[in-house]
């Protein structure tokens, strides 16, 4: 598990590191993280149990066991990853384990859409490109990534790959929109402001 215990904030322009790829289809959230932990009071805890039900299986040999993986901060999937519950912990669980941002063939949309509630860029590229930039990520386990939002590319090395992302995604993970709390945070004398001008609210105060 990647030691990392910083999380995103602010624009995301860029996320930069060492990959871990998961390779297959339809993985579900049910495996990113089993529905056993969902009864946490808090999602702190949550990285270490990410694919815990694989990793079990596979006996120390799933890519998030691995030792030349345990500092990634690039996931990189296949097709129509995230899907199956809309649970907020499978992105919550892959950001506590270290995943700063995912590039994929596909992503079911409400993963994505929690993904990019967290500030973790999911990125997308077709069927042979990924098989090309996870067959290079494979080769070379210490080879640095570089995810660029703003210019929709990946490169590591020499190499470089085009990627697509929405124009609202891109805008607001570049702007830092992507953080609702810390946009409510940085505009709290307008909203109180606000709330001054509304009669009902007055009237609460006043009571």
């Known amino acids: 598990m990647a030691s990392s215990t910083s999380f995103p904030s602010g624009s995301i322009g860029r996320v930069s590191g060492t990959s871990v790829v998961v390779r297959g289809d ?19 805890a949550l990285g270490p149990a990410a694919f815990a039900d694989d990793r079990a299986e596979l006996a120390g040999a799933h890519p998030f066991d691995r030792p ?43 993963f994505y859409g929690n993904c990019l509630a967290l500030g973790i860029p999911c990125l997308s590229a077709d069927h042979d490109t990924m098989l090309a930039i996870q067959a290079v990520a494979e080769a070379d386990a210490a080879a640095s990534f570089v995810v660029d939002v ?58």
């Open 26 to 44: 339809d993985i579900d959230t049910d495996r990113i993280i089993p529905a056993r932990f969902l009864k946490c009071v808090t999602f702190d």
């Open 68 to 110: 030349e993986h345990q500092e990634a901060s690039v996931l990189l999937v296949n097709r129509n990853f995230g899907c199956g519950s809309s649970r907020e912990h499978a992105p919550q669980a892959l950001m506590r384990w270290g995943i700063r941002a995912v590039v994929g063939e596909s992503f079911a949309e409400i």
């Open 150 to 207: 703003e210019a929709l590319t990946l490169s590591c090395g020499d190499q470089q790959w085009a990627l697509t992302l929405a124009a609202g995604p891109k805008q607001m993970l570049l702007s830092g929109q992507w953080d609702a709390t810390g946009q409510l945070l940085a505009n709290d004398d307008a909203l109180k402001a606000t709330a001054q001008r509304l009669p009902y609210l007055r009237q609460f105060q006043a009571a």
